[in-house]
């Protein structure tokens, strides 16, 4: 069955970074777009980035453009998002995603990996 297996959070300065690792198995990783989704306490699940398939096409909330890259590499089934110049607003819960559309819509999530900006 599908698996995502977030990884890298942490605790980090304002200024820092981190590099968060999403790991799936039980699909072909290749075939989807994936993207990152973040919850930070009190708040709704908001989505940070997106990225296609094969990489080729991303996009970004604006609260994170230029400070975030969303990645993915196809031969290790894994995606990952650089988080530079991180700032205590963007503590939270960091999700992956997939979301596979066929006769029906099936919604997959891993179990998130806290990332927390203090100083």
């Known amino acids: 069955q599908v698996q995502l297996v977030e990884s890298g959070g942490g605790l980090v300065q304002p200024g820092g970074s981190l590099r968060l690792s999403c790991v799936a198995s039980?699909?072909?990783?290749?075939?989807?777009?994936m993207n990152w989704y973040r919850q930070a306490p009190g708040k709704e699940r908001e989505l940070v980035a997106t990225?296609?398939?094969?990489?080729?096409?991303?996009n970004y909330a604006s609260a994170v453009k230029g400070r975030f890259t969303i990645s993915r590499d196809n031969a290790k089934s894994t995606m990952y998002l650089q988080m530079n110049s991180l700032k205590p607003e963007d503590t939270a819960v960091y999700y992956c995603?997939?979301?596979?559309?066929?006769?029906?819509?099936?919604?997959?999530w891993g179990q998130g990996t806290q990332v927390t900006v203090s100083s």
């Open positions: 039980g699909f072909t990783f290749s075939r989807w777009p």
């Open positions: 990225i296609t398939s094969t990489g080729g096409d991303t």
């Open positions: 995603k997939l979301t596979i559309l066929g006769l029906k819509r099936y919604d997959y």
